[in-house]
């Protein structure tokens, strides 16, 4: 059974960078894409980025410029540096494992989540 642990998310002023981490256990997951979504109170959960098996990243328009995503696969671990955050970054972010391979903003294409690590960027 594989299983994504995040971790990195804290309290940050508005401006400030925080890196995310999500290590996988249970399975390699050279062959999966990684995803990071987030969910602010009251909204629905939202595709902020992924990487595919290849190591090519995508991301949504609102953090691109100001997200990065990268994975080390010897450490089957995903990264999300997140830089000048803003008050509506603002979320409970998770990392997911799509064993297609391609990354998507589609939440239902992945097979495993996290549990959720928390951002607050603060104004």
């Known amino acids: 059974q594989v299983q994504l642990v995040e971790s990195g998310g804290r309290l940050v002023q508005a401006g400030g960078s925080l890196r995310l981490s999500c290590a996988a256990s249970g399975r390699t997951l050279t062959s999966y894409a990684m995803g990071w979504f987030r969910q602010a109170p009251g909204k629905e959960r939202e595709f902020v980025g992924g990487?595919?098996?290849?190591?090519?990243?995508v991301y949504a328009d609102s953090v691109k410029g100001r997200f990065t995503i990268s994975r080390d696969y010897g450490k089957n671990t995903a990264y999300l540096q997140m830089n000048n955050l803003k008050p509506e970054d603002t979320a409970v972010y998770y990392c997911?494992?799509?064993?297609?391979?391609?990354?998507?903003?589609?939440?239902?294409?992945?097979?495993?989540w996290g549990q959720g690590t928390q951002v607050t960027a603060s104004s």
């Open positions: 990487i595919g098996s290849g190591g090519i990243p």
């Open positions: 997911a494992a799509d064993r297609s391979g391609q990354a998507t903003a589609k939440a239902q294409e992945y097979d495993y």
